[in-house]
């Protein structure tokens, strides 16, 4: 009878620990983004030599792969592997020195940014945007995740798939403020989406976690009209290239 009780007791408890979700606070997730290089013209513009031209030169779609490090207190998003593959459209290319850190406690970011010829250091705190939450799920590297949306640029439509098993508030680029980890990012308008290929739990060392940062230090609303002062004769690209940089 002691043996039966006891049995009992262990089935139980297992019952349990397997309902119980296990969250992550430490680990390395690898990304795969993809950008169609193309999506920055407007059909009107896509008649002219020069486009038609490049069109025949440069791929459509290009891909590399980003890495997110994180644990409880910071995050840090980079360029994991360029992709030697590619052939990119100026301004497209990716750069190895361009790193995402976000503080968790402090709800701050600091970002190092090269916009062409200049190399910015946004320091501000994290942005505060508008998510609105759906019903909505998809499978993400093995984690269910949920739907939610939002607008960045006061137009530019937003789409994250987030997982509340990754215990830590951020994602790709500068996206964050949903109850867990972003593994999926897509921004329509300029055709570009962030998928997570792999998570790996692991504690990242603090180096990686606080890499040296330089540049022009500005805040998030500075950066802003400094990008559209710079890109203000370049009409709806310009704009899109704005867009671009403030993600």
């Not at 049995?7 to 983004?33: D, M, T």
């Not at 190895?96 to 402090?106: Q, S, Y």
Request: net charge positive; charged share 20%; aromatic share 12%.
């Amino acid at each position: 009878m002691k043996q039966i009780i006891l049995f009992a007791a262990l089935f139980v408890v297992a019952l349990v620990s397997k309902a119980q979700p296990v969250f992550i606070g430490n680990g390395f997730i690898e990304y795969e983004r993809r950008m169609n290089q193309f999506s920055f013209y407007e059909k009107e513009e896509e008649e002219s030599v020069w486009i038609q031209e490049m069109k025949k030169t440069f791929p459509k779609m290009v891909n590399d792969v980003f890495h997110l490090y994180f644990n409880n207190q910071k995050t840090t998003y980079k360029l994991g592997v360029e992709n030697n593959s590619n052939k990119y459209v100026w301004g497209r290319k990716p750069s190895e020195t361009d790193v995402v850190v976000r503080d968790i406690n402090n709800g701050t970011v600091s970002i190092q940014r090269d916009v062409f010829e200049q190399t910015y250091l946004i320091k501000d705190s994290s942005r505060h945007l508008q998510w609105r939450i759906t019903n909505e799920t998809r499978t993400i590297a093995g984690f269910e995740c949920r739907k939610a949306v939002t607008i960045i640029c006061d137009s530019v439509y937003v789409v994250a798939f987030y997982t509340d098993e990754i215990a830590v508030s951020s994602g790709p680029e500068s996206f964050g403020g949903l109850p867990g980890m972003i593994l999926g990012l897509a921004v329509p308008r300029l055709q570009m989406t962030w998928f997570a290929t792999k998570v790996v739990v692991q504690q990242p060392a603090e180096a990686v976690l606080n890499p040296k940062q330089k540049g022009k230090t500005v805040t998030w609303t500075t950066f802003q009209k400094d990008m559209g002062k710079a890109m203000s004769d370049w009409g709806k690209y310009g704009a899109k290239v704005t867009w671009l940089h403030m993600l």
